[in-house]
């Protein structure tokens, strides 16, 4: 059974970090991209970033690039994103999510067409 297990999020204030993971089983994490996608209430879901199946490309969105990064432990199944200089329109719950990794995955990685799994989502809140 495939299975994304977020896990970090909380209640931060502006300026501060958190490292969310992404535990992962039931499938062959080295033949998949992970991404992460957020949804803030009221608002569209966003991709935030993704990492290709071995970690040796990333991609961000405009609005987290320099502030967040990605990345992977296979061996341990897990990925991480490390998010920093957080905003309060960072606030959101944070999904992860993974697609077996073709040679177009990366071009359409900010929409939901290659991700096969997701997972349940972790709140991650932003205020002072």
């Known amino acids: 059974q495939v299975q994304l297990v977020e896990s970090g999020g909380g209640l931060v204030q502006p300026g501060g970090s958190l490292r969310l993971s992404c535990a992962a089983s039931?499938?062959?994490?080295?033949?998949?991209?992970i991404g992460w996608f957020r949804q803030a209430p009221g608002k569209e879901r966003e991709a935030v970033s993704c990492?290709?199946?071995?970690?040796?490309?990333?991609k961000f969105a405009a609005s987290v690039k320099g502030r967040f990064t990605i990345s992977r432990d296979n061996a341990n199944n897990t990925v991480y994103l490390q998010m920093n200089s957080l905003k309060p329109e960072d606030t959101a719950v944070y999904y992860c999510?993974?697609?077996?990794?073709?040679?177009?995955?990366?071009?359409?990685?900010?929409?939901?067409?290659?991700?096969?799994?997701w997972g349940q989502g972790t709140q991650v809140t932003v205020s002072s």
């Open positions: 990492i290709s199946r071995r970690g040796g490309v990333t």
């Open positions: 999510v993974a697609g077996l990794y073709t040679s177009d995955l990366l071009a359409y990685w900010s929409t939901v067409r290659p991700w096969d799994y």
């Open positions: 039931g499938f062959t994490l080295d033949r998949h991209a």
